[in-house]
């Protein structure tokens, strides 16, 4: 922790771009998901794509060098949703464990090979949490607002086996991220706090909410500053915002946050909104000039790309957030 802590005095860091995205280029069928361990699979598993940690880990391995070699500082694990929440789609709860563990080792081989080659330039593995597919504080039926579909139990031990199989694995942050229900987000940071506390360990938590519309939100209902403040009494290495919006619609939320927080400040907004047919069209130019606004105000002190984004996106803000000193992280709190 004290390492990045350093790095983020020193330069702004440069966070990966979408894995979906590239993923997608391989055009994968259901067979290459299955491959010859879950040939046999009663279900349907294309789509799965935490699972070609497994089926095709070559790839996985792939997109990581190609973010590295882009110039990012950290690579996020395949592990979106590894959680038995999220697996219950595929009915491969049982398989979570192995599913953290091993993203988790191929992108530290990878970061690994690229820090003996730049030992300048440590490369950090992010273990990837996502939201999972459930909702703690809403209601999926409007009929009975009362009910709700996961409760903070059941969050809090499906984060904790996915956490405990990521630090495993050779994670060196923990990336809590595209939170758009802030009760999941604390049931996985009372995971990661219990895991800390049971190993005696301190590991850099990157904490990431989503804006989901215009209203300035998240989707249950906070304003970016009723998100920090919720979040705030854990200690964390980051704070911010990822998906949902493109990167200049991103720029008043993160004034919100670099003007009210002491940790550092993250981006990774999507490449533009998606067009009719669920695709991005942001070239790495535009979206390099966009993210200019966020160095020249000083409101960053990690920044990278979500959905839409490739390794061409990413060196683009790599080459950009080079000419620019990080925010400073002495901001005073309101």
């Given at each position: 922790?004290?390492?990045?802590?350093?790095?983020?005095?020193?330069?702004?860091?440069?966070?990966?771009?979408?894995?979906?995205?590239?993923?997608?280029?391989?055009?994968?069928?259901?067979?290459?998901?299955?491959?010859?361990?879950?040939?046999?699979?009663?279900?349907?598993?294309?789509?799965?794509?935490?699972?070609?940690?497994?089926?095709?880990?070559?790839?996985?391995?792939?997109?990581?060098?190609?973010?590295?070699?882009?110039?990012?500082?950290?690579?996020?694990?395949?592990?979106?949703?590894?959680?038995?929440?999220?697996?219950?789609?595929?009915?491969?709860?049982?398989?979570?464990?192995?599913?953290?563990?091993?993203?988790?080792?191929?992108?530290?081989?990878?970061?690994?090979?690229?820090?003996?080659?730049?030992?300048?330039?440590?490369?950090?593995?992010?273990?990837?949490?996502?939201?999972?597919?459930?909702?703690?504080?809403?209601?999926?039926?409007?009929?009975?607002?009362?009910?709700?579909?996961?409760?903070?139990?059941?969050?809090?031990?499906?984060?904790?086996?996915?956490?405990?199989?990521?630090?495993?694995?050779?994670?060196?942050?923990?990336?809590?991220?595209?939170?758009?229900?802030?009760?999941?987000?604390?049931?996985?940071?009372?995971?990661?706090?219990?895991?800390?506390?049971?190993?005696?360990?301190?590991?850099?938590?990157?904490?990431?909410?989503?804006?989901?519309?215009?209203?300035?939100?998240?989707?249950?209902?906070?304003?970016?500053?009723?998100?920090?403040?919720?979040?705030?009494?854990?200690?964390?290495?980051?704070?911010?915002?990822n998906c949902a919006l493109g990167a200049n619609q991103l720029v008043p939320h993160l004034e919100v946050l670099s003007s009210r927080t002491e940790h550092a400040v993250s981006a990774h907004p999507n490449a533009g909104l998606p067009n009719a047919f669920g695709e991005y069209d942001e070239s790495p130019a535009q979206m390099a000039a966009q993210i200019k606004e966020y160095v020249e105000k000083g409101l960053v002190n990690i920044v990278g790309g979500c959905c839409g984004t490739t390794p061409d996106h990413i060196t683009a803000i790599a080459e950009l957030v080079?000419?620019?000193?990080?925010?400073?992280?002495?901001?005073?709190?309101?």
């Amino acid at each position: 922790m004290t390492r990045i802590k350093d790095i983020l005095q020193e330069r702004i860091l440069v966070l990966d771009g979408a894995m979906g995205t590239m993923l997608q280029r391989y055009k994968f069928q259901e067979e290459d998901f299955r491959a010859e361990r879950f040939k046999d699979w009663k279900h349907p598993l294309q789509g799965n794509n935490d699972l070609l940690s497994l089926t095709q880990p070559e790839a996985i391995a792939e997109v990581h060098r190609k973010y590295f070699a882009a110039g990012a500082d950290i690579v996020e694990t395949n592990t979106f949703s590894g959680t038995t929440i999220a697996m219950a789609d595929y009915h491969m709860e049982d398989l979570v464990y192995e599913l953290n563990y091993e993203s988790a080792r191929i992108a530290r081989k990878v970061a690994d090979e690229f820090t003996v080659n730049e030992p300048d330039k440590p490369r950090f593995v992010a273990g990837s949490i996502g939201p999972t597919n459930k909702t703690a504080s809403m209601s999926p039926d409007v009929n009975d607002p009362g009910y709700r579909a996961v409760s903070f139990e059941e969050l809090r031990i499906a984060y904790k086996q996915q956490v405990e199989a990521l630090l495993d694995g050779g994670a060196d942050i923990l990336l809590v991220e595209t939170i758009f229900d802030t009760l999941n987000a604390k049931a996985a940071l009372f995971a990661i706090e219990e895991v800390k506390e049971e190993r005696n360990i301190e590991v850099p938590i990157m904490v990431s909410g989503t804006i989901t519309d215009a209203s300035g939100r998240t989707l249950s209902g906070q304003t970016a500053e009723a998100f920090l403040i919720s979040i705030s009494h854990i200690p964390i290495l980051s704070v911010g915002f990822n998906c949902a919006l493109g990167a200049n619609q991103l720029v008043p939320h993160l004034e919100v946050l670099s003007s009210r927080t002491e940790h550092a400040v993250s981006a990774h907004p999507n490449a533009g909104l998606p067009n009719a047919f669920g695709e991005y069209d942001e070239s790495p130019a535009q979206m390099a000039a966009q993210i200019k606004e966020y160095v020249e105000k000083g409101l960053v002190n990690i920044v990278g790309g979500c959905c839409g984004t490739t390794p061409d996106h990413i060196t683009a803000i790599a080459e950009l957030v080079k000419q620019y000193e990080p925010r400073n992280l002495m901001v005073e709190k309101i």
